[in-house]
């Protein structure tokens, strides 16, 4: 299998972010990446495609905040790491501010999503590792984005869950564009990947299922819930299995199977798999059971489906195991 890595994805390293109502060392670091790259093989450089796969997705204005905050930041007179602090929650509406500040809350949905001065870099080189190894799939059946920061909780416009960049997202879009017509997302990161989710809930074309703690009790709490079920065109194209905190490997299959039945349902030709090692047992921001010897097993199911397969990485914090669990997973295809 191809495994594409960009070392610019190290770029981005912020130092805090605002987790469970405190302030905390940011637990999406650039060891994340080394962890797995030690544990995986050996990488291959991706293709520089540009921005236009990225506009795709994100509107330019949004793609001109990410590449300008940390500089407005610091002109603003500012040290370290931009993190928003208010938000247009209520009557939302498309004000052109120019403080930071109101910037930086426009563009974002939560505290723990911080700009610094490489989050740029790496959020682009992100998209385009995920654009290569789509792109490995004209010749083999499995490839791996090591993308990093990862991408599933942002939107179109709006940054949060540490993502900034959609990968996953900006992949459908270009196979779609490179003539696919029915891509699947099976996003099976513990926390919901609502901005994926987002992006697509009105359209048919492509279908968004996520298997995810409940957001009753978890992470990002206003998505992921069951009766989110797609609008429009999209509707019926969005499946949540929301699962409890301490699911093991055998509650995990069960909703596994029922995913994989409405993929293979829906009769996509391209399969994306926003992959988050979180789901693992010792976890720290995490609270499923799932063991390192699961992670073949759960790939092998997924692996039956027969489509080609892009794999997009996303969670995952505990940093003594999580290479050992992408390539357990990995192993599975
Ligand atoms: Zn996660």
């Known amino acids: 299998m191809q495994i594409f890595w960009d070392p610019r994805q190290l770029a981005h390293a912020p130092s805090i972010e605002m987790h469970n109502g405190r302030i905390e060392p940011c637990s999406e670091t650039p060891a994340r990446a080394q962890a797995i790259l030690d544990a995986v093989g050996p990488t291959e ?25 940390h500089d407005d930041w610091c002109a603003a007179g500012r040290t370290g790491d931009a993190l928003p602090y208010a938000f247009p929650a209520v009557r939302r509406r498309s004000l052109s501010l120019d ?15 911080p700009i610094a001065a490489g989050t740029w870099t790496s959020a682009y080189w992100n998209v385009q590792t995920a654009l290569s190894a789509l792109e490995a799939l004209e010749t083999d059946r499995t ?26 997202a900006v992949a459908a879009e270009a196979a779609i564009a490179a003539g696919r017509s029915r891509v699947a997302i099976l996003d099976i990161d513990y926390h919901h990947g609502n901005g994926t989710q987002d992006i697509f809930y009105a359209r048919g074309d ?72 979180d789901t693992y047992a ?52």
């Open 45 to 69: 450089l991706p293709r520089d495609q540009g921005e236009d796969p990225i506009l795709r997705v994100h509107p330019r204005a949004y793609v001109d905040f990410l590449k300008s905050a």
């Open 99 to 113: 403080r930071i500040d109101a910037r930086l809350g426009r563009y974002a949905y939560d505290t723990c999503t």
């Open 143 to 168: 490839a791996f984005a090591l993308c990093r920061p990862p991408g599933h909780h942002c939107g179109a416009d709006y940054m949060g869950g540490y993502c900034y960049l959609n990968s996953a």
């Open 206 to 277: 492509v279908l968004f299922v996520s298997i995810h703690a409940d957001p009753a009790t978890d992470y990002p709490f206003y998505w992921g819930h069951p009766d989110e079920t797609g609008e429009g065109e999209g509707e019926g194209a969005t499946l949540n299995l929301p699962l409890l905190r301490g699911t093991g490997l055998t509650e995990f299959e069960r909703a596994l199977d029922q995913a994989l039945d409405r993929i293979a349902a829906f009769r996509a030709d391209l399969l994306i798999v926003s992959y988050g090692a």
């Open 282 to 333: 010792h976890d720290p921001i995490s609270h499923f059971a799932i063991e390192t010897r699961d992670y073949p097993l759960l790939a092998r199911r997924i692996a039956c489906l027969g489509l080609p397969t892009l794999v997009v990485m996303e969670g995952g914090y505990a940093l003594d195991a999580l290479g050992h669990n992408v390539a357990a997973f990995l192993s599975g295809f």
